[in-house]
């Protein structure tokens, strides 16, 4: 049943193709995003769990 409606719908072979395009575009942008990022950013954020300083930060963190 799941089978002939699936094949009643015309062109549902490009959603497939559309989702793979979406998860590979998503993972190359991280990967480029993970080589770029400032070493500072990431060490900032690595030491943040051990900061029991509480700060208030009006927007985003700054480094």
């Known amino acids: 049943m799941k089978k ?3 094949s009643s719908i015309e062109n549902i072979e ?4 559309i989702s793979l395009l979406i998860f590979v575009i998503f993972f190359i942008g991280m990967f480029i995003w993970v080589l ?6 990431i060490n900032h954020m690595k030491d943040m769990p051990f900061n029991d300083e509480l700060k208030k930060t ?6």
Request: proline letters at 5%; glycine letters at 6%.
């Open 36 to 41: 770029r990022v400032d070493k500072k950013y």
């Open 4 to 6: 002939d409606i699936l």
């Open 58 to 63: 009006s927007g985003y963190e700054k480094i």
């Open 14 to 17: 490009i959603y497939p193709i």
